[in-house]
């Protein structure tokens, strides 16, 4: 079934640690995005990315990677983990980032910091 | 300040009941407007998407109504199901591209 995959499902990371969030798509989508959700906050944005090769910051950039160097692939990376990245985070996609297609959501990742 | 505002925050019903939730937007300029659903564990899948010149849109039990002029929608669900227990978030397009996500009702059905 075409959609988003993302892995893992859930971790837990000890503060100072580095961890890699993987994003995989087989839509051929352009765009790329990471979003992170907390209780009570609507979804922020992170990092995007409109096309292979070319990334972008977001809403909530600070502490986070992202690279894109191919359609698929779009991993988030967290250089060292501090306990306000506690969150799930949301990789998702869409044909181009001007037309009115929807954005395509993988299942999340839980994230704990401790 | 572009905003996104939703209400109620949480909802139960009884299943079979209607519900409608409320979508409130101070974005410009604006693009279009779609409803998420999603479910516990789950990612957000779209519902419906909401352009300047629509009004109402139905999708199954879903519908959909837009007024751009008090910028305002609302996500009616007709004789609500155990499966329509979810989260349900208005996200606003803005300057083509850009997008502004609101925080989302909870909607539990019960039995």
């Known amino acids: 079934i075409a959609g988003i995959t993302q892995a893992p499902t859930s971790q837990i990371l000890a503060a100072g640690r580095r961890m890699t969030l993987r994003c995989t798509q087989d839509?051929?989508?352009?765009?790329m995005y990471w979003y992170r959700q907390d209780l009570g906050l609507g979804l922020r944005l992170i990092h995007y990315?409109?096309?292979?090769?070319?990334?972008g910051k977001g809403e909530v950039p600070d502490g986070y990677s992202v690279s894109r160097a191919n359609t698929d692939d779009f991993p988030l990376t967290l250089a060292s983990a501090v306990p306000s990245q506690t969150s799930v985070y949301f990789c998702?996609?869409?044909?181009?980032?001007?037309?009115?297609?929807?954005?395509?959501f993988g299942n999340g990742t839980r994230l704990t910091v401790t | 300040k572009n905003q996104v505002e939703q209400s109620p925050q949480s909802l139960i019903i009884l299943e079979g009941k209607n519900c409608t939730l409320q979508c409130n937007y101070t974005v410009s300029p604006f693009s279009n407007l779609r409803w998420y659903k999603q479910d516990t564990g789950r990612g957000p899948v779209s519902l419906t998407i909401?352009?300047?010149?629509?009004n109402t849109k139905s999708n199954g039990r879903y519908t959909a109504t837009l007024d751009a002029d008090t910028k305002q929608s609302s996500l009616h669900i007709t004789a609500s199901q155990l499966s329509d227990s979810a989260s349900y978030i208005c996200?606003?397009?803005?300057?083509?591209?850009?997008?502004?996500f609101g925080t989302g009702t909870r909607l539990q059905v019960f039995p």
């Open positions: 998702a996609s869409r044909m181009n980032r001007e037309n009115n297609s929807p954005l395509h």
């Open positions: 990315s409109n096309t292979a090769g070319t990334t």
């Open positions: 909401m352009t300047f010149s629509e």
């Open positions: 996200v606003v397009t803005w300057d083509t591209d850009k997008l502004i």
């Open positions: 839509m051929r989508h352009n765009a």
